[in-house]
């Protein structure tokens, strides 16, 4: 499953070039990702690892020869997607980073980092959003009625959500929400660009430091009961507005799934509607029989995936 999303989302951001000139591109990626973990900022890793070290280099090379190309304009006959580029969106990334004199290396990274975001976020989010549905046979037939409702009909028989309403529904909010909060490892970071003071503390210009995600989403001030997962809990009584208004509020403050300030992530939209809408799809069409309990894996850097395979065993409707 990982390889065929893998090379689905490869093509269709990247378009053609990358899988047909470097076929190990998956399994290299995913070496790089089970090493990348431990420090983001630092190579140590990879100098202890040289099969992870090799990865890397192959993973970086040959994003260097894709940006290595001649930028020409974009014809009008792929507004969305050519077999070049993939996504017009890349293509104007690239153009964007030539314009700002960027390395041919650094163009590689830029992109690299996108395959990164893509890959490590949206698609453990997905897994791990049926999951927490899948366990709940209350849940599952709660979601279900949701989608079930926004159903758009159609003639040729293709199923098709009326995606607005079916997120907007509060319990679909509180799934998505309670999975971002139960799910995230995010290390998001800065490096300080000047001293400051910061509740008492002096912070040198230079230093790394971190969002505490974790703290935060685990605060039990603000999530009693953390450790549970509860959509629930994000569905607001809305006769019983000022109390409700300020816990809304500060929830909200504590969910950090997608960092904050210039930096915050600019794929949380798309994430969300690709997220809900595959869960959507996929519990609308396929009965789901799942074995045992789920353990998420803490060394990641995005979203969390299984510890361990999980078994499912899934039939068409
Ligand atoms: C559940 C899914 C996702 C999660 C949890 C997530 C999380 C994050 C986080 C924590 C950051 C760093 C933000 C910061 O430093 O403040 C980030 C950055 C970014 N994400 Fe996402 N992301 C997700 C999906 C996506 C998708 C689907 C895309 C693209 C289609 C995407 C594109 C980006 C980009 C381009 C950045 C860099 C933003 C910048 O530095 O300007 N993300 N994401």
Not at 7 to 21: E, I, M, P
Not at 51 to 77: C, G, I, P, S, Y
Not at 238 to 257: I, W
Request: glycine letters at 6%; aromatic letters at 12%.
């Amino acid at each position: 499953m990982e390889r065929i999303v893998f090379f689905a989302s490869l093509n269709t951001f990247f378009g053609k070039r990358l899988q047909l000139g470097y076929p190990e591109i998956f399994d290299d990626f995913q070496i790089f990702n089970k090493t990348l973990y431990v420090g983001v900022r630092s190579k140590l890793a990879f100098r202890l690892n040289p099969r992870a070290d090799q990865a890397r280099r192959r993973l970086l090379d040959n994003f260097d020869k894709w940006v290595d190309t001649e930028l020409e304009e974009w014809e009008d006959n792929g507004p969305v997607w050519n077999e070049k580029w993939g996504v017009k969106l890349n293509w104007e990334r690239e153009n964007l980073l030539r314009k700002h004199d960027f390395t041919m290396r650094g163009r590689a990274c830029s992109h690299v980092s996108f395959l990164y975001v893509m890959n490590l976020n949206s698609a453990p989010m997905t897994t791990w959003f049926l999951i927490n549905i899948i366990q709940s046979p209350n849940l599952l037939s709660r979601f279900q009625a949701e989608c079930q409702e926004c159903l758009i009909p159609s003639s040729d028989g293709k199923l098709a959500f009326d995606l607005q309403t079916l997120k907007a529904r509060p319990l679909v909010q509180g799934v998505w929400k309670e999975s971002l909060r139960l799910g995230s490892a995010s290390a998001v970071a800065r490096v300080l660009a000047q001293d400051i003071e910061l509740d008492g503390y002096m912070l040198k210009q230079g230093s790394v430091i971190f969002i505490p995600v974790q703290l935060l989403h685990y605060n039990n001030g603000i999530f009693p009961d953390p450790e549970a997962f509860d959509p629930d809990r994000w569905v607001f009584n809305e006769e019983d507005t000022s109390q409700s208004e300020m816990r809304q509020k500060q929830m909200a403050a504590h969910l950090r799934p997608f960092g904050g300030g210039n930096g915050i992530c600019s794929g949380r939209f798309i994430a969300e509607d690709e997220v809900i809408l595959a869960a959507a799809t996929l519990l609308t069409k396929y009965d789901f029989y799942m074995q045992g309990q789920v353990q998420l894996n803490p060394r990641a850097l995005g979203i969390m995936s299984p510890k361990d395979k999980v078994w499912v065993k899934i039939r068409a409707k």
